[in-house]
């Protein structure tokens, strides 16, 4: 069975879902069912989704007109799409980056592998730069702690961290061995500068 997902940002009327409709119509897909959804794609609760994910079985094709139409980030996504794949459930994206993934064809899993492996390099990537900053720090003789004030080159590398969407929190402060509150004196969860922060970077005009 074809079971189709819709998704728009806003629910105030300035975006409707009838393109989406409309082409996971074209696809085959019985308009009985689509799931769909008028909120943000970064929240866990959207109903439409959680009813969707419930509603598909073994041997049924989850379609979607985009890929960002469904995951709230590429880390959400591709669990998503793992959990469907262990159920024998496949997943086919219609247009956009993501055109050609279509987990019931071995051209499509490659695609999807690809996605999966540049999620897996770009943690690594974060998890890298935060070490060799940590290590440059401490080459300079200063060392993390929860009553030592960052250096700029931490404060940096905070800032960095905490502006990209797959940084883990907790990780990070391990790596700079502070704690939770100590690290939001410094910066935002979006890695915009707070008070310590610009103060240890001479922010202040």
Not at 72 to 98: A, C, M, P, W, Y
Request: glycine content about 10%; some cysteine; aromatic content about 6%.
């Amino acid at each position: 069975m074809l079971i189709g997902y819709a998704r728009v940002s806003k629910s105030d009327g300035s975006q409707n879902l009838d393109l989406q409709i409309d082409a996971l119509k074209q696809e085959g897909v019985s308009e009985d069912h689509i799931y769909s959804d008028q909120a943000s794609g970064k929240k866990d609760d959207r109903l439409g989704l959680l009813s969707c994910l419930k509603s598909l079985r073994a041997n049924d094709t989850l379609i979607v007109w985009k890929l960002d139409r469904l995951g709230r980030n590429l880390k959400h996504l591709i669990s998503v799409v793992h959990d469907l794949d262990e159920k024998g459930i496949s997943f086919k994206v219609l247009t956009g980056q993501g055109a050609n993934i279509n987990t019931s064809t071995p051209h499509g899993k490659l695609i999807f592998g690809i996605f999966a492996s540049l999620a897996e390099f770009e943690r690594d990537l974060i998890s890298e730069r935060t070490k060799a900053g940590l290590a440059s720090a401490r080459a300079r003789g200063r060392t993390g702690g929860a009553k030592h004030v960052l250096t700029k080159a931490q404060v940096r590398l905070a800032q960095a961290a905490m502006g990209n969407k797959e940084t883990v929190v907790s990780e990070l402060c391990k790596e700079l061995k502070i704690t939770k509150p100590t690290l939001y004196r410094y910066v935002d969860p979006k890695g915009n500068l707070r008070e310590y922060g610009k103060k240890v970077l001479g922010a202040y005009k």
